[in-house]
């Protein structure tokens, strides 16, 4: 009687232990879009994003001339090419506001 009781409580174990693991995942997952949040709240830097442009946007293709396209596309185009460039939510900001800023009116 005791073995079963035993391998009873040894698979409660496992089953607690493994919905405990599970749990940080989930907690991971809502902090991660919130991170980025607060980054977003510092102030865009204008040289920093014509910098980071300078060196990350031409790798594929000719440096983009930003009054080739209005703001509103530029918002558009930023989404699409940050991944490709790699860059960090924050360069994102930076690069979206500089862009924005030389954009056509
Ligand atoms: C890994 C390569 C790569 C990098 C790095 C890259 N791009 Fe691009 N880009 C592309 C490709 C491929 C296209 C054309 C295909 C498309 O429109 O999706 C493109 C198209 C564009 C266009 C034309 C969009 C249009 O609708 O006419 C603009 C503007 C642009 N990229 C800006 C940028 C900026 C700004 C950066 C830096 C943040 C950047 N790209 C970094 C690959 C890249």
């Known amino acids: 009687m005791k073995t079963p009781f035993i391998a009873t409580l040894f698979l409660f174990i496992v089953l607690v232990s493994c ?3 599970a749990v940080p995942v989930i907690t991971a997952r809502t902090v991660e879009p919130s991170a980025p949040k607060t980054e977003e709240l510092s102030a865009p830097d204008l040289q920093t994003g014509k910098q980071i442009f300078t060196n990350r946007c031409g790798r594929c293709h000719g440096l983009p001339d930003p009054v080739q396209y209005t703001g509103k596309r530029w918002e558009t185009i930023m ?5 490709k460039a790699k860059l960090s939510k924050l360069e994102q900001v930076h690069v979206t506001a500089w862009v924005k800023e030389n954009a056509a009116k």
């Open 19 to 21: 919905q405990k693991k």
């Open 79 to 83: 989404v699409l090419m940050a991944p």
